[in-house]
């Protein structure tokens, strides 16, 4: 059966190049990406990989693990990293270390678990799936993206900020919200108390009665996501 936002993340054994993960043990009250590439040893995933890993401490800042995933076996995996370690120069990185685990799943049981095989794409690799996972378990967000399509880790790092601003805040999150930009008010579905809006009786700004909007200073943002 295929895996909804608001699911609990099925949970599973695995060999990692960090050594073995049972994986909500090792989620603890962290939030996690876990993340999927469809073979070690090739020009995207590799991109994606160095794109990853260089941001990987801004990641931990945010309270939040990565993990990746391929059905490629263990000492693939370990050789691959080595290689981007020792080897690859690319867009000013590199001696890029790779820091977070990465799946060995060769049976495909984590990946069949998580509709990470889809043969549409292909039925031997993993597409490149994205799921971001809150402190207790739910899945919040998930992304598909195909073969050929390298992901863009500034928007999965705006995804968590996003995630993490609308839970502390009770507030929603517009299109291409960055901390700084104002935020929706209240999260929609709910018209609160819309003519005391439209009269500009509290601290936000109604474009209609179905869409206000306050301003929270990036500092805010960050001071209080950082903090968790
Ligand atoms: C790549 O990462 O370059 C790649 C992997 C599998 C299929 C196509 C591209």
Redesign the pocket.
């Known amino acids: 059966m295929a895996l909804h936002l608001g699911d609990i993340a099925p949970d599973f054994h695995a060999e990692t190049t960090m050594g073995p993960i049972n994986f909500h043990q090792w989620l603890g009250n962290s939030w996690g990406v876990l993340f999927s590439h469809?073979?070690d040893f090739?020009?995207?995933?590799t991109s994606e990989f160095m794109t990853f890993a260089s941001m990987q401490d801004e990641f931990k800042a945010l309270n939040c693990e990565l993990v990746g995933l391929s059905v490629d076996g263990l000492f693939s995996h370990i050789a691959w990293l080595r290689t981007i370690k020792e080897k690859i120069e690319y867009k000013n990185m590199k001696d890029v270390e790779v820091k977070f685990p990465l799946i060995e799943d060769i049976t495909m049981e984590v990946a069949k678990k998580y509709g990470m095989i889809q043969p549409g794409e292909s039925s031997t690799?993993a597409v490149r799936a994205v799921f971001v996972i809150d402190p207790k378990g739910v899945i919040r967000t998930i992304i598909y993206y195909p073969?050929?399509l390298g992901r863009n880790f500034d928007e999965l790092y705006r995804v968590v900020i996003a995630l993490q601003t609308a839970d502390a805040f009770s507030v929603a999150t517009p299109a291409d919200w960055r901390p700084g930009d104002d935020v929706i008010v209240p999260p929609a579905g709910s018209c609160g108390t819309a003519k005391d809006r439209m009269a500009g009786k509290e601290d936000m700004k109604c474009h209609d009665w179905f869409f206000c909007t306050k301003k929270i200073d990036k500092e805010k943002v960050l001071s209080t996501i950082l903090k968790k």
Not at 42 to 45: E, I, L
């Open positions: 469809p073979a090739t020009p995207v995933c690799k073969l050929s």
